[in-house]
């Protein structure tokens, strides 16, 4: 049986043995008339590549003298995470049986290296001469196949999510769809879209700097604050003051509130309007969170750091730990993505997906997946990181008036010039 069809009850998923072949088919619907789409395949090739890119991720945002930077990476003051001094991505090239092409991108800022060797090394003789009925039933045995050794997280988990994302992406240039009409959920064509972070160095400038957004039909913004809950009201109360066309402000504090600072954070953020508060503890703070949530205050909003179904499971049992799930497709896939939005529409949790750093493959995966979303939130937007490809990645996807377009364009909606990647090669297969 087509284990899809746990995941994606419609379309419907059939599957059956034919020469002992596992061959699964989605049925969807184009206009009134109902086609069948085979979604079964066998890798015949994968190519990754390490690039990097001119500028920070986090640009002039937040950094000062006592920042500290490495060369490659850098630290900023008040926050744990390392980031990389200059944005660094790893993109993958899946080639099926077929002939059929597709791109992948996962969420890996860090060490994009030790991706592309997982990719170019261990998965191919792994998947070597195995059918399988659909990306899914991939991630599943890749899963497996190093599950009881404790990869649970981590590298392996982030090469299942690129190649898933490059499956996906082939299988819908094969047959001709957009891989959101395969996806067994109403499509939203439009999203409205938030800004990842008002990224200019100064009070001053980020406020002329969201004032230039709003002007364009921006409506939503995201700040970044360290664990000093009054200096993060400050300049929340600055920034309200000074662009007052941004009507929802979510508030993101990286993992670093500690002891009274949740219960502090929580209210006062919520007093001034913030619709969440996001990564509010450290990551694996199960209890610390279900506390938190006991607290009144802003809603907290967490999920960039779960790559699996598996590890979700745990927040959406028992006591309740959060209100706002954002999972990040670069890290889940778009397969195991989907089962964990499952997991949390099933406890009765909103969603709206992380937008971390990433080329426009790894944005179109995650507006793919956007497009099937309830849409209860906005959905966050890393506008600095959209044209980093230069011409070397055409996107079907368009911002514009505070809104993403969603093409029609088959499999993610993008076309990519390898050879014009070339100027941004680290290293390749």
């Known amino acids: 049986m087509c284990r899809a069809g746990m995941l994606l009850p419609v379309p419907v998923f059939s599957g059956q ?14 206009g009134d008339m109902k086609t069948t789409i085979d979604t079964s395949f066998q890798i015949k090739k994968i190519e990754s590549w390490h690039l990097k890119f001119d500028g920070g991720y986090w640009e002039d945002y937040k950094r000062d003298a006592d920042s500290v930077e490495t060369g490659r990476f850098e630290f900023h003051p008040g926050w744990q995470t390392v980031y990389a001094s200059q944005v660094e991505v790893a993109v993958t090239r899946v080639t099926l049986a077929d002939g059929s092409q597709g791109w992948g991108e996962p969420n890996c800022t ?24 659909t990306p899914m039933q991939l ?28 499956v996906w992406d082939a299988i819908g240039n ?52 360290n664990g000093d809950v009054n200096d993060g009201l400050k300049e ?25 600072n949740g219960p502090a954070a929580k209210q006062a953020f919520g007093d001034m309007g913030a619709i969440f508060l996001e990564c509010p503890l450290q990551s694996e703070d199960l209890d610390g969170h279900r506390a938190l949530w006991q607290e009144p205050g802003a809603p907290l909003a967490l999920g960039e750091h779960f790559r699996t179904s598996y590890q979700f499971h745990d927040w959406v049992s028992g006591d309740r730990a959060l209100d706002v799930y954002q ?34 493959i790894f944005q179109a995966a995650t507006f793919t997946v956007s497009s099937v979303c ?23 996807w368009v911002y514009a008036d505070g809104v993403i377009s969603i093409s029609d364009r088959p499999g993610l909606g993008i076309s990519v010039q390898a050879d014009e990647l070339e100027q941004f090669v680290v290293r390749k297969s």
């Open 236 to 260: 929340l109360e600055a920034l309200k003051a000074g662009v007052p066309g941004i009507e929802k402000w979510m508030v993101d504090v990286l993992w670093m509130l500690r002891g009274d």
């Open 17 to 30: 043995l034919e020469n002992h072949t596992i061959i699964c088919r989605v049925h969807i619907f184009r």
């Open 374 to 396: 309830k849409p209860t939130h906005l959905q966050e937007y890393q506008a600095g990181l959209t044209d980093k490809t230069g011409d070397s990645v055409d996107t079907g």
């Open 174 to 225: 094969r047959e001709k769809t957009p891989v959101h009409a395969m996806l067994g959920r109403d499509v939203r064509k439009t999203i409205p879209a938030y800004l990842s972070g008002i990224r200019r160095a100064t009070i001053e400038e980020r406020i002329d700097y969201g004032n230039e957004w709003v002007d364009g039909g921006l409506t939503g913004a995201k700040i970044f604050l």
């Open 327 to 360: 999972p990040d497709i670069g890290r889940t896939g778009i397969s195991d993505g989907l089962r964990q939005l499952d997991q949390a529409w099933n406890a009765g949790l909103d969603a709206t997906i992380h937008m971390g750093s990433g080329s426009a």
């Open 110 to 133: 860090i060490g994009p290296e030790v991706y592309c060797l997982i990719l170019d090394n261990l998965v191919p003789e792994m998947v070597a001469g195995h059918e399988f009925g």
């Open 139 to 166: 991630w599943d045995f890749l899963y497996d196949a190093q599950r009881g050794r404790g990869y649970h997280s981590g590298f392996w988990l982030d090469a299942l999510a690129g190649l898933d994302i490059a």
